[in-house]
């Protein structure tokens, strides 16, 4: 993995959130991934993270996390599929 360069030089860590809902959109120039928490089925997600990109990126991003599944399928074994699909 290359050396990240951190937007604030003074702080070199980054801001960890745990996500467990998913929502993608797009239009013709972008992508918006959204990230967010569900604890309960029942519970409307609270959505904390955004990110929008080009769809050049989408797909780097795809790709990227394509190979760490497959890399982590291969030394730990299969993902279940998940009981649930979010919307």
Do not use: W
């Not at 959130?17 to 959109?25: D, Q």
């Not at 918006?32 to 904390?48: A, N, R, T, W, Y």
């Not at 797909?59 to 279940?80: D, H, Y």
């Amino acid at each position: 993995m290359k050396q990240a360069v951190f937007a604030n030089p003074k702080k070199r860590s980054l801001e960890a959130r745990y996500a467990n809902h998913f929502a993608v959109g797009h239009n013709l120039v972008e992508f918006i991934l959204s990230f967010g928490q569900q604890f309960e089925p029942q519970d409307k997600p609270v959505m904390h993270t955004k990110i929008i990109t080009p769809p050049v990126y989408a797909k780097a991003i795809l790709k990227t996390l394509n190979l760490a599944v497959v890399e982590f399928e291969a030394s730990c074994g299969r993902i279940p599929e998940p009981k649930r699909s979010t919307p």
